[in-house]
């Protein structure tokens, strides 16, 4: 079966610190692979996907990169930390099934704090 | 207007209640709908695929109208462990994916 692993699970980081949070997914090969972020009492703002190796889109331009070294393994990183990057990290997982569309699996999260 | 439009509570209702929610899509050419549940502080977690002619799994009933451009989640004899916050997800082809703000669903002993 598979699963998707993030760490770490928390973390408080000081503005202008850089960041990079990790995603792996085990018992799977070529997922799709997606960043989101949740900022508290919102919904899921989606960052980046990923269709393979070094294969990033981006849907919001921020002060975030992320970056896909191996096929299971996804990194959202920062340069300098900004108040506003405070939330919660969700990596998420999929393949796409033709006209059944897509389900998303996600891992545990990221809480990240920026003061 | 959103793409996904969901109530977002909290519906309170004791248990045992039936309790039903809603959700708007606007892109007509939405390809499948699914329903996601997302308890504090944790990962949303898929609850049910919603299929044209409705589906049921348990006590979850989920319904699609395309003509309306609505799905519906249907919870009868509500538990304490249902208590969550429920987020309907319209998945509009290629890599797009659209998750609603969620309605929060609290039930009380």
């Known amino acids: 079966s598979q699963t998707i692993h993030q760490w770490p699970a928390t973390l408080v980081q000081p503005v202008g610190s850089p960041l990079s949070l990790e995603c792996t997914v085990e018992g799977t090969s070529n997922p799709n692979l997606y960043w989101y972020r949740q900022a508290a009492g919102r919904g899921l703002q989606l960052l980046f996907y990923?269709?393979?190796?070094?294969?990033i889109s981006s849907e919001v331009p921020q002060n975030l990169s992320a970056s896909r070294p191996q096929d299971r393994q996804f990194i959202l990183s920062s340069k300098k930390l900004l108040l506003s990057d405070s939330g919660f990290y969700l990596c998420a997982w999929s393949v796409l099934r033709g006209r059944s569309g897509e389900t998303q699996y996600f891992g545990p999260g990221t809480r990240l704090l920026v003061l | 207007r959103k793409e996904v439009e969901q109530d977002p509570g909290p519906f309170n209702v004791p248990e045992g209640a039936t309790v039903a929610f809603n959700c708007t899509y606007s892109?007509?050419?939405?390809?499948?709908f699914f329903w996601y549940r997302q308890d504090c502080r944790k990962e949303p977690k898929l609850l049910m695929s919603?299929?044209?002619s409705g589906n049921e799994d348990g006590r979850f009933t989920a319904q699609l109208n395309r003509a309306s451009q609505y799905i519906s989640l249907l919870i009868r004899d509500s538990k304490l462990s249902d208590s969550a916050t429920y987020l309907c997800?319209?998945?509009?082809?290629?890599?797009?994916?659209?998750f609603g703000a969620g309605t929060r669903l609290f039930v009380k002993a």
């Open positions: 990923s269709v393979g190796i070094g294969q």
């Open positions: 892109n007509s050419a939405s390809q499948s």
């Open positions: 997800v319209v998945y509009t082809g290629g890599f797009k994916t659209i």
């Open positions: 919603v299929y044209s």
